[in-house]
């Protein structure tokens, strides 16, 4: 897993405007703005492009994950089956699962709000779906 170019205590959630390094918080941010080396600009062919400052790369799951993490990376296609299932779309139309999922998305300590959230049966109900996309067994397949 990437770690704050800053403190390398946390993960990165921000990233720099001019030299584009990840940082995790306002205080590793004032301390590396003093030590910025902003990255040269590239030019842009469109005029409509021309306005943004700096080039901002899309995060990867490689930024993300370590090595051994990225074993455990979900393929696209199996991704694309979780994000087309009408199953799952069902589920995420309830409100209460909707704030459930920005607790568990906004929490500091994801440790103790998963095992919050697995208390919820609807949030057990949403991840037993999710692995019977993710990972199906033979009689699902069929």
Same mark, same amino acid.
């Given at each position: 897993?990437? +770690?704050?170019? %800053?403190?390398?205590?946390?993960?990165?959630?921000? /990233?720099?405007?001019?030299?584009?390094? /990840?940082?995790?918080?306002?205080?590793? !941010?004032?301390?590396?703005?003093?030590?910025?080396?902003? %990255?040269? &600009?590239?030019?842009?062919?469109?005029?409509?492009?021309?306005?943004? @400052?700096?080039? /901002?790369?899309?995060?990867? *799951?490689?930024? +993300?994950?370590?090595?051994?993490?990225?074993?455990?990376?979900?393929?696209?296609?199996?991704? &694309?089956?979780?994000?087309?299932?009408?199953?799952? &779309?069902?589920? +995420?139309?309830? *409100?209460? #699962?909707?704030?459930?999922?920005? $607790?568990?998305?906004? $929490?500091?300590?994801?440790?103790?709000?998963?095992?919050? @959230?697995?208390?919820?049966?609807? !949030?057990?109900? #949403? $991840?037993? /779906?999710? +692995?019977?996309?993710?990972?199906?067994?033979?009689?699902?397949?069929?």
């Amino acid at each position: 897993m990437q +770690l704050c170019s %800053v403190c390398s205590d946390n993960v990165p959630k921000y /990233r720099c405007p001019a030299c584009l390094i /990840r940082y995790c918080s306002l205080n590793c !941010f004032k301390t590396h703005k003093d030590s910025c080396e902003p %990255v040269p &600009k590239k030019e842009s062919t469109s005029d409509q492009n021309s306005s943004h @400052a700096a080039v /901002r790369e899309p995060w990867t *799951p490689e930024d +993300l994950l370590d090595e051994d993490d990225q074993g455990d990376m979900v393929p696209a296609d199996i991704l &694309k089956k979780l994000g087309d299932s009408e199953d799952l &779309k069902g589920l +995420l139309r309830n *409100p209460h #699962l909707r704030r459930l999922l920005v $607790a568990v998305d906004t $929490a500091e300590n994801k440790v103790d709000i998963m095992k919050t @959230a697995m208390q919820e049966p609807l !949030f057990v109900e #949403l $991840a037993d /779906r999710c +692995l019977k996309i993710v990972e199906p067994t033979d009689t699902e397949e069929d």
